[in-house]
């Protein structure tokens, strides 16, 4: 057994990550999950009103590994970027710490990942305009994550800065951007949301009929992006529901009596393991509530672990001497 641990940098992680694998990895997870191969104790929030944002705490086993992603969530940040992580990855069955990551792009393309996931299951088959509220790191992921599932000819996008609307369709400059109203953007096949909105900013008149939306944003308690009319009247996927209910877009209507656990369809687990229908009728209103769960992380970080070692990326040290680990 090689005695050493990996270290991977960001340029190590931007230089092996690939949506499409990241994609798969993450739905074997989300299956894993449900069929109960995979083990994920609660997110463990440490919040830091002082300085607007907080540090989560994200452990979870799949397989013979296991992982501990440590991230920041802070919204104001400037010279930063709003989300920063690290991710360890041990041996699951002695301890050992095979890896330790830059988990700032696996956090981006994994939640991408997973709206691309539900978006499989959930969106009708023929969406093929994308609409994106909220166009900073994470909207680029949900760019590119929904495009590798679907046919996408039109992407609408808004956001309250023109310039993060601009730095997005340059980065993108690849597919068909054109920045649009909130309303007209919320009227796509597809909507993602990914903003750290904490009062609605998305109407229910602006939904059409078949829509699905990826609400992103809310993924801590307080935070909300949608009208709760939009909840009430769509079919509703969760990716974990003491998460969701604790912090993602549910959060707030559950709180308020608006809805109850009930009317949660699923948790996306559930689908992809093929327990429960997705889309069932083509005017259904779908909703996947992503909140972001360590099982992702997981899947990824050994995803990278893997192809790091196949191309010979990152630096190995000895984090933990020999005479420890005898």
Known sequence: MREETLILMHKDIKDLIEMKKVIEAVENAFRGFEE???????????????????????????????????????????????????????????GFPLAVMDGTLITTYRTGAASAVASKYLARNDSSTLGLVGCGVQARSQLLAISEVFDIDLVKIYDISEEKMQQLKRDA????????????VS????????TPARKPIIRREWIGEGAHINAIGSDAPGKQELDPRIIQDAKVVVDEIEQASNGGEINVPLKRGIISRDHVWAELGEIVAGKKPGRVRADEITLFDSTGLAIQDAATAELIYNLAKK???????????PAAVA
């Open 311 to 321: 191309e010979d990326r990152g630096v190995w040290v000895e984090l933990i001497p």
């Open 187 to 194: 009227a796509c096949d597809i909507l993602s949301t990914t």
């Open 36 to 94: 109960g191969l995979c083990r994920m104790p609660p997110k463990v929030y440490l919040d830091l009103p002082e300085f607007s944002g907080d540090f989560r705490a994200m452990p979870a086993r799949i397989g013979r590994c296991a992982t501990l992603k440590w991230v920041n969530s802070h919204p104001e940040n400037r010279g930063y970027p709003t989300v920063m992580a690290v991710v360890i990855l041990n041996d699951a069955r002695t």
């Open 173 to 184: 400059s690849g597919y068909n951007i054109v920045y649009a109203p909130l309303e007209e």
